[in-house]
């Protein structure tokens, strides 16, 4: 490991141990050729944020569990960089909600989606978590999508009425929504079109949110979904926290 990672009063420790995690799934050929672009880009907006999570993000994390907890058939999708950042807790949280977890990918190649799912596999089997993972089948489709940008599982995400997708792409989100899905997703950059798009945009890093989601699952809480969720008020006052920091930082 990188000496400036192991140091944790390193300013940067948490950072610099999530650009480890990249670089060493990256090794094991489990990313995408682009996963450290949108990794960086994260960085990014996460330091314009003060590297934190803001109070409109925690709400958004808490509505998204809500959902989650109230739906019918949710389930928890995964690429690369959400594998890498945050595959262990979202385990745990898909063990407490007990419903699947679906590796679904944008840059797929089968041996990336082996090489995910036995990752996984292998975490549910140290850690004694009975959680199915999905993936392996390409029998469901999402609507509007050509190739294998469509592709999903018939049981999984095709037949999820509540989807959790980190890291979502513009247009696979706007399908999900299109398909009538309540579609969660986690987006550092407010302003991109899967943030604008989907039913609650948690605006936070994926690690964080993760662990998050894991502890409201292990404390056992019911909240109830709100349904007057204003998701364009919330990316707003992501945008409202992003000045403050700045601010202060001048001030
Ligand atoms: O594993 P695959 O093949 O599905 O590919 C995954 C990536 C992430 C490479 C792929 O989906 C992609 O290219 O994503 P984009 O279009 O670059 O979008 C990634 C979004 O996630 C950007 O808006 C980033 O700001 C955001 N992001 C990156 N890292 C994090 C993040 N948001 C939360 N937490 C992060 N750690």
Redo the contacts with the bound molecule.
């Keep these: 490991m990188n000496p400036i990672a192991a140091d944790p009063s390193h300013p940067r420790y948490a950072s610099l141990l ?1 650009r480890h995690l990249i670089e060493e799934a990256a090794t094991e050929g489990l ?2 050729g ?2 450290m ?3 960086g ?2 960085e990014a ?1 996460d330091y314009l944020l003060g590297e934190r999570t803001t109070e409109s993000a925690a709400m958004a994390t808490r509505e998204a569990y809500a959902r989650l907890h109230a739906a019918k058939h949710p389930v928890i999708s995964v ?3 959400t594998v890498a ?1 945050a595959g262990r807790d979202l385990l745990h949280l898909a063990a407490s909600l007990a419903c699947p977890l679906e590796v679904n ?3 797929r190649t089968q041996a990336r989606m082996d090489g995910l799912i036995s990752r996984l596999e292998g975490w549910c089997e140290q850690d004694g978590l009975d959680v199915e993972v999905l993936g392996r089948q390409t029998d469901g489709r999402i609507d509007g999508l050509e190739g294998p940008r469509a592709q999903c599982e018939a049981a999984g995400i095709a037949a999820a009425d509540v989807v959790l997708v ?2 979502e ?1 513009g247009d696979r989100c706007e399908a999900l929504v299109g398909m009538g899905k309540t579609v969660l997703v ?4 407010p302003l ?1 079109r ?1 943030a604008r798009t989907a039913s609650v945009t948690i605006v ?4 964080r949110v993760a662990k998050a989601l894991r502890q409201h699952a292990e404390r056992s809480e019911h909240p109830t979904p709100n349904t007057a969720w204003d998701n364009d008020a919330c990316l707003q006052a992501s945008l409202d926290g992003i000045v403050a920091h700045l601010q202060g930082l001048f001030s």
């Design positions: 999530r990313l995408a682009s996963a672009i949108a990794h880009r994260g907006f690429n690369g960089n950042l990918i944008f840059y980190p890291l792409d986690v987006d550092l950059n991109s899967t936070d890093e994926v690690g």
